[in-house]
């Protein structure tokens, strides 16, 4: 057992823990150019890592009974088959190692250069779709087509966290609340905590049991002897730091990390 990785799984979970984001966009990362990582290994052990470390904050929030069930049941329509079917179809086409990690890798500085963006923007986003009333058409299409979205908004979050471990905080907690503006926060968050469980576990089942990517049991083990005292001391301290402040650090982190991804990427094709 590495003491640097355990060290990592606390700052992580910290993060988590302070912001509420950033588990999958600072592991996976982290994991690959902080400990040089196999890209592939990094997401497949953080799936897990994610379906672990989000599973309590799951359960008390459906035990508040602040979940909306019908939301979880339709985003995990379209993200389950989404899911098996990205392993599959890489199982397929016979991706080798090399083009295989190539792709995690340009997805992945995607999902981090979108998440960054989002996190800047997400709340006049929000307030813009809710409040404009220029909007009064779009917002009638979505509540006509609300289901339909809802099972390819999910689809959209299966494919993305299958090949980053990525999406399933800040990009599917923004899904939500365009699609559900009427849903309290806690509901958002509760909703999407939910979702991500089965969505990240079936997504590292496929890592682990398909020749696509690699699962790290022990570095697994390290990561949550960290994170989860990481987590706990984050959530104390969350109430104590503005929400202001936070966010645009965690988007510039994200955006560093997104963009040395993508040049890491870009040199990938090169060579």
Do not use: C
């Not at 929000?126 to 009333?133: F, L, P, Q, T």
């Amino acid at each position: 057992m590495d003491l640097w990785q355990v060290l990592a799984g606390l700052v992580v979970g910290f993060a988590v823990g302070l912001t509420g984001v950033g588990g999958g966009a600072l592991m996976t990362p982290l994991l690959h150019l902080g400990f040089g990582i196999p890209v592939q290994t990094a997401v497949g052990t953080d799936l897990f890592y994610a379906a672990l470390t989000k599973a309590s904050g799951a359960w008390m929030h459906a035990r508040n009974g602040v979940v909306n069930w019908w939301v979880v049941k339709r985003l995990l329509a379209g993200s389950l088959p989404a899911a098996v079917m990205t392993i599959a179809a890489i199982e397929v086409v016979g991706v080798d190692d090399k083009g295989f990690a190539w792709l995690i890798t340009t997805t992945l500085s995607a999902a981090l250069l979108l998440t960054a963006v989002f996190l800047l923007v997400r709340n006049r986003l929000v307030r813009w779709v809710r409040e404009d009333s220029r909007l009064g058409l779009f917002r009638q299409v979505f509540r006509n087509h609300r289901p339909a979205l809802t099972v390819m908004g999910g689809a959209a979050l299966g494919i993305l966290v299958t090949l980053t471990s990525v999406g399933s905080g800040v990009l599917g907690t923004t899904l939500i609340l365009f699609l559900f503006p009427s849903l309290s926060t806690i509901g958002v968050v509760g909703t999407e905590l939910v979702h991500a469980v089965p969505l990240t576990f079936v997504a590292g089942l496929g890592h682990l049991y398909a020749d696509v990517g690699r699962v790290d049991g022990w570095l697994l083990l390290s990561l949550l002897m960290g994170s989860l005292p990481g987590v706990y001391a984050g959530s104390r301290l969350a109430s104590r730091i503005s929400d202001g402040v936070l966010r645009p650090v965690l988007a510039l982190m994200l955006l560093g990390i997104g963009g040395r991804l993508a040049y890491e990427s870009i040199v990938g094709v090169i060579h």
